[in-house]
């Protein structure tokens, strides 16, 4: 099992930057990527970046450019740098832990989730 403790967050006006970080803890052998979250009010949880162990990378298009998510494996954690932020990247950010076997991704832990706000 995997225990994933989140921190960052808060309140900013567009264009400004916030930086989210997620520690895991428990069963990290088995953790195979990670990545964050986030729902906005209203609307479906969407996957907004995700790293694997070996270091690739995936962001969703509207924060390309804008978002950075790095790994640090030796300190379990994975951070989000968001800069440039927009009013539509408000939401609470959840991050996630997955592991790869048969073929498929199977989410292991996930966050207790964090609020940001972007204000315009």
């Known amino acids: 099992q995997v225990q994933l403790s989140e921190s960052g967050g808060g309140l900013v006006q567009a264009g400004g930057s916030l930086r989210l970080s997620c520690t895991a803890s428990?069963?990290?052998?088995?953790?195979?990527?990670m990545g964050w979250y986030r729902q906005a009010p209203g609307k479906q949880r969407e996957l907004v970046a995700a790293i694997t162990g070996g270091g690739r990378t995936n962001y969703t298009a509207s924060v390309k450019g804008r978002f950075t998510i790095s790994g640090d494996n030796a300190k379990n954690t994975v951070s989000l740098q968001m800069n440039n932020l927009k009013p539509e990247d408000t939401g609470v950010y959840y991050c996630n832990a997955v592991q790869f076997r048969g073929g498929h991704f199977y989410d292991i832990g996930w966050g207790q989730g964090t609020q940001v706000t972007v204000s315009s």
């Open positions: 428990g069963d990290i052998s088995s953790i195979n990527a």
